[in-house]
């Protein structure tokens, strides 16, 4: 297995916040990127994290208990063992989606694991890698989907899960219909072991099916067995009770914590990003699970201090006896869930994607003000996981991966140019470099005599280098047609690479690389995110 990495300019919208976080070791030690985030992602610069909390002990009973419920291995229950006695975190997360969800998923937790080895072994102090459940929120139909490939497409199963009102997907269970897209996926798994860990994982249980959290939290456990990972769910009365103290500075600092944000939001402006979160008049952090319905309502700050969710009205004090009777039923947002789970958890580092990081910017003065201190973020592993088959194809045509983050027709266009005998290149090229010369001095030299004769030069000189370019194109499909194998080989690339005009790793299930490649490939993603390319790593199976 080799590796190569490439800088993260090579995937397609990634945000500009997100490059300069990744190189800031370049930027001075004054810059605004440094204020927000603290610790530099790479180098280990951001070990000797001395946080703690005083209820270990509690905490650990808790995750023994979810243990048993997610069938964790001995190394996951050693690893509780040792949160009990102390031990700091590195925790990462994701949604609960069907079957495991994207590579991503799987990418996120290698990286946790792998940071946790190098703290433990800088450090001496134990560190324990600790995946969090996004049970809370309430995009069912974001979660209800996996994505495999076929030889020709990206297949996308679902359940077709409906609720009634906007609930915590989490507790979603499934209906009749699982069989059915279980069998499917064993399918398109070629009958692979980890196909029989999916039905075990979505296995009724004492006559009870599991919900969504259940069954991704088991399957999450038995992916991650030998490594130790940690799987929390914490949704429950427990661990928001351990976190109650953020969502009571939450409720009782509102006002000032919404100016915080604000201020954040336009000096993010001001440096030349955007607020990735958008702070609105009257918002909060915060979610009020309906008693009655189980919906999930974000709760609204009035002009006169009150707090609305749906039709209901709430003072500060209502929520706050809320808080004490029920912390489960009040959530965090995205911007606050970071510093919640890290008062539950005794957390060293924070791994995650992109849109996360960047959304960090603004949970930075959140941080600041209720904890104290900032978590070092650090990114996750991004990564393209080439077959031997695709790998060897894009050898033959001299194509690298970001070559193939395009269309198969944009990419079969070049492959068709490449083609080309050398002696038409030479002619078009040529051509098209006679022409562009001669039509820019003679525009030149028109809009010296009148500037509308110049201006008509242009229009009639852009029309000229059109039809020069298709000309161009026309000579590659030609190339093409004689050559039908290359628009299959561009097919396949871009269906492997890019499918669906995406990063493979936000698409193709991470189980469907595990049928293929064993359960040994978690340990090479763990050996590949431990090696910290500050971009996107191509990794040759």
């Given at each position: 297995?080799?590796?190569?990495?490439?800088?993260?300019?090579?995937?397609p919208?990634?945000?500009?916040?997100?490059?300069?976080?990744?190189?800031?070791?370049?930027?001075?030690?004054?810059?605004?990127?440094?204020?927000?985030?603290?610790?530099?992602p790479?180098?280990?610069?951001?070990?000797?994290?001395?946080?703690?909390?005083?209820h270990?002990?509690?905490l650990?009973?808790?995750?023994?208990?979810?243990a048993?419920e997610?069938?964790?291995?001995?190394?996951?229950?050693?690893?509780?063992?040792?949160?009990?006695?102390?031990?700091?975190?590195?925790?990462?997360?994701?949604?609960?989606?069907?079957?495991?969800?994207?590579?991503?998923?799987?990418?996120?937790?290698?990286?946790?694991?792998a940071?946790?080895?190098?703290?433990?072994?800088?450090?001496?102090?134990?560190?324990?890698?600790?995946?969090?459940?996004?049970?809370?929120?309430?995009?069912?139909?974001e979660?209800?989907?996996?994505?495999?490939?076929?030889?020709?497409?990206?297949?996308?199963?679902?359940?077709?899960?409906?609720?009634?009102?906007?609930?915590?997907?989490?507790?979603?269970?499934?209906?009749?219909?699982?069989e059915?897209?279980?069998?499917?996926?064993?399918?398109?798994?070629?009958?692979?072991?980890?196909?029989?860990?999916?039905r075990e994982?979505?296995?009724?249980?004492?006559?009870?099916?599991?919900?969504?959290?259940?069954?991704?939290?088991?399957?999450?456990?038995?992916?991650?067995?030998?490594?130790?990972?940690?799987?929390?769910?914490?949704?429950?009365?427990?661990?928001?009770?351990?976190?109650?103290?953020?969502?009571?500075?939450?409720?009782?600092?509102?006002?000032?914590?919404?100016?915080?944000?604000?201020?954040?939001?336009?000096?993010?402006?001001?440096?030349?990003?955007?607020?990735?979160?958008?702070?609105?008049?009257?918002?909060?952090?915060l979610?009020?699970?309906?008693?009655?319905?189980?919906?999930?309502?974000?709760?609204?700050?009035?002009?006169?201090?009150?707090?609305?969710?749906?039709?209901?009205?709430?003072s500060?004090?209502?929520?706050?006896?809320?808080?004490?009777?029920?912390?489960?039923?009040?959530?965090p947002?995205?911007?606050?869930?970071?510093?919640?789970?890290?008062?539950?958890?005794?957390?060293?580092?924070?791994?995650?994607?992109?849109?996360?990081?960047?959304?960090?910017?603004?949970?930075?003065?959140?941080?600041?003000?209720?904890l104290?201190?900032?978590?070092?973020?650090?990114?996750?592993?991004?990564?393209?996981?080439?077959?031997?088959?695709?790998?060897?194809?894009?050898?033959?045509?001299?194509?690298?991966?970001?070559?193939?983050?395009?269309?198969?027709?944009?990419?079969?266009?070049?492959?068709?140019?490449?083609?080309?005998?050398?002696?038409?290149?030479?002619?078009?090229?040529a051509?098209?470099?006679?022409?562009?010369?001669?039509?820019?001095?003679?525009?030149?030299?028109?809009?010296?005599?009148?500037?509308?004769?110049?201006?008509?030069?242009?229009?009639?000189?852009?029309?000229?280098?059109?039809?020069?370019?298709?000309?161009?194109?026309?000579?590659?499909?030609?190339?093409?047609?004689?050559?039908?194998?290359?628009?299959?080989?561009?097919?396949?690339?871009?269906?492997?690479?890019?499918?669906d005009?995406?990063?493979?790793?936000?698409?193709?299930?991470?189980?469907?690389?595990?049928?293929?490649?064993?359960?040994?490939?978690?340990?090479?993603?763990?050996?590949?995110?431990?090696?910290?390319?500050?971009?996107?790593?191509?990794?040759?199976?």
């Amino acid at each position: 297995m080799s590796v190569e990495c490439f800088p993260i300019s090579v995937l397609p919208h990634v945000s500009q916040i997100y490059r300069d976080y990744l190189a800031m070791a370049e930027s001075s030690s004054d810059s605004a990127v440094r204020r927000w985030y603290g610790a530099e992602p790479f180098a280990g610069k951001w070990l000797g994290n001395t946080v703690q909390v005083k209820h270990a002990g509690y905490l650990a009973d808790l995750l023994e208990e979810q243990a048993f419920e997610f069938g964790a291995s001995d190394a996951a229950k050693a690893n509780i063992a040792k949160v009990r006695a102390g031990a700091k975190v590195v925790v990462t997360g994701q949604q609960v989606v069907l079957f495991g969800g994207p590579l991503l998923t799987i990418l996120k937790a290698a990286t946790a694991v792998a940071r946790a080895r190098e703290a433990t072994e800088a450090t001496g102090v134990d560190h324990v890698p600790v995946f969090w459940l996004a049970t809370e929120d309430h995009d069912l139909e974001e979660v209800d989907q996996v994505a495999f490939l076929t030889k020709t497409s990206v297949e996308t199963l679902r359940l077709g899960l409906k609720m009634a009102h906007a609930v915590p997907v989490g507790g979603a269970v499934p209906g009749p219909e699982l069989e059915a897209v279980l069998d499917r996926a064993s399918e398109l798994l070629d009958y692979a072991p980890v196909s029989e860990w999916l039905r075990e994982s979505y296995a009724p249980k004492d006559g009870i099916q599991p919900t969504l959290a259940l069954a991704f939290g088991r399957l999450m456990s038995k992916i991650f067995a030998a490594e130790g990972l940690v799987v929390v769910d914490a949704a429950s009365r427990g661990f928001h009770a351990l976190g109650a103290s953020t969502l009571r500075y939450a409720i009782e600092h509102a006002a000032e914590l919404q100016q915080s944000l604000v201020a954040r939001s336009q000096e993010l402006v001001k440096a030349g990003y955007h607020a990735q979160v958008l702070v609105a008049d009257g918002g909060s952090m915060l979610f009020l699970l309906d008693e009655v319905t189980g919906e999930r309502v974000a709760l609204r700050r009035t002009t006169e201090g009150q707090w609305k969710a749906g039709g209901r009205v709430y003072s500060a004090a209502d929520l706050i006896a809320i808080l004490d009777a029920s912390p489960e039923r009040l959530s965090p947002n995205a911007l606050l869930r970071p510093v919640f789970q890290d008062t539950v958890l005794p957390t060293a580092a924070y791994v995650g994607g992109p849109a996360e990081i960047a959304y960090f910017a603004q949970s930075a003065v959140l941080y600041e003000a209720i904890l104290g201190r900032i978590t070092p973020v650090l990114p996750r592993l991004s990564a393209t996981l080439l077959e031997p088959a695709i790998a060897a194809v894009m050898d033959k045509d001299e194509v690298q991966v970001p070559d193939a983050m395009t269309t198969a027709e944009v990419l079969a266009q070049r492959l068709g140019a490449r083609a080309m005998p050398i002696e038409g290149k030479r002619k078009l090229a040529a051509v098209g470099n006679a022409m562009e010369t001669e039509l820019s001095a003679l525009t030149d030299y028109l809009a010296g005599m009148d500037a509308s004769l110049g201006r008509a030069a242009g229009v009639s000189g852009s029309k000229m280098l059109y039809q020069m370019n298709r000309l161009r194109r026309m000579a590659a499909t030609f190339e093409l047609q004689k050559e039908a194998s290359l628009r299959k080989h561009a097919e396949a690339i871009t269906l492997n690479v890019f499918p669906d005009g995406h990063p493979q790793e936000r698409v193709v299930a991470g189980i469907w690389f595990m049928a293929k490649y064993g359960d040994g490939l978690v340990e090479r993603l763990v050996g590949v995110a431990g090696n910290q390319c500050p971009g996107h790593v191509v990794v040759r199976l």
